[in-house]
């Protein structure tokens, strides 16, 4: 079956450092994977998609990238911000008769003033 | 667009009580889906619809949980009876087809069942 991780339950970093998130898929090569920010109380918000022959896709300070030799994608937030702490999660998603995503349990991402 | 509306955003029930979790999807999206939330095992896929068919409800644990979809703007996820292991946060979320934009998800129902 298809599995999705997301190696690190938490991380706490610096304002003004670059957080990096890692999400590892095993069993499965998707067609391509979603990162989503959830924030407490609140449903995930979509942030980006990255499909399987892009290597790399940016959004104003946010970047990931999608390596399939490794099966994994990283997840860039670069400046980073309080306002940018949060749980982000990744879902890996298939082009076959719009399989639903598979979501990992998310990162919790603390950035400390 | 207000977004995906799910009602209620809190239930507290006793063990054994009937449980309606209701959603309204965007309008003009073609899927719906139902996912639990819990610590242990993130989100998990319960159901989903597509044009108002259910496609796939592998996902859900037992006959005791059923979902409807009656019209392409609403959809009810019902809990007969409730068991306090189904205490978690119940989201909906619908997305259209062919787009680079992900899910919508609402803000979720979170149901205590004692």
Avoid at chain 1, 44 to 57: D, G, Q, S
Wanted: proline share 5%; glycine share 8%.
């Amino acid at each position: 079956s298809q599995k999705i991780e997301q190696n690190s339950e938490a991380l706490n970093i610096q304002e003004g450092k670059t957080a990096t998130l890692t999400c590892n898929y095993t069993n499965y090569s998707p067609a391509y994977l979603q990162w989503y920010r959830q924030d407490p109380g609140r449903g995930p918000v979509f942030l980006l998609l990255i499909r399987e022959n892009e290597k790399e896709k940016r959004k104003e300070r946010l970047k990931v990238t999608f390596d399939t030799t490794l099966k994994q994608s990283l997840f860039h937030i670069t400046a980073s911000q309080p306002a940018d702490s949060a749980t982000y999660l990744c879902a890996q998603g298939s082009n076959s008769g719009n399989t639903p995503l598979v979501f990992g349990k998310g990162t919790r991402l603390s950035v400390i003033a | 667009d207000a977004g995906v509306i799910q009602s209620p955003r809190h239930e507290v029930t006793e063990m054994g009580q009937e449980v309606t979790l209701r959603c309204k999807p965007i309008s003009g999206h073609d899927y719906l889906f139902w996912y639990r939330q819990t610590m242990m095992r993130g989100l998990e896929l319960l159901i989903y619809f597509n044009n108002n068919v259910p496609i796939d409800d592998s996902g859900m644990p037992e006959d005791r949980f059923s979902a409807k979809m009656p019209n392409a703007s609403f959809s009810t996820l019902k809990i007969q009876p409730s068991e306090p292991r189904d205490s978690a946060v119940y989201f909906c979320a619908s997305s259209s087809s062919g787009t680079n934009y992900g899910y919508t998800f609402g803000s979720g129902t979170r149901l205590t069942v004692v």
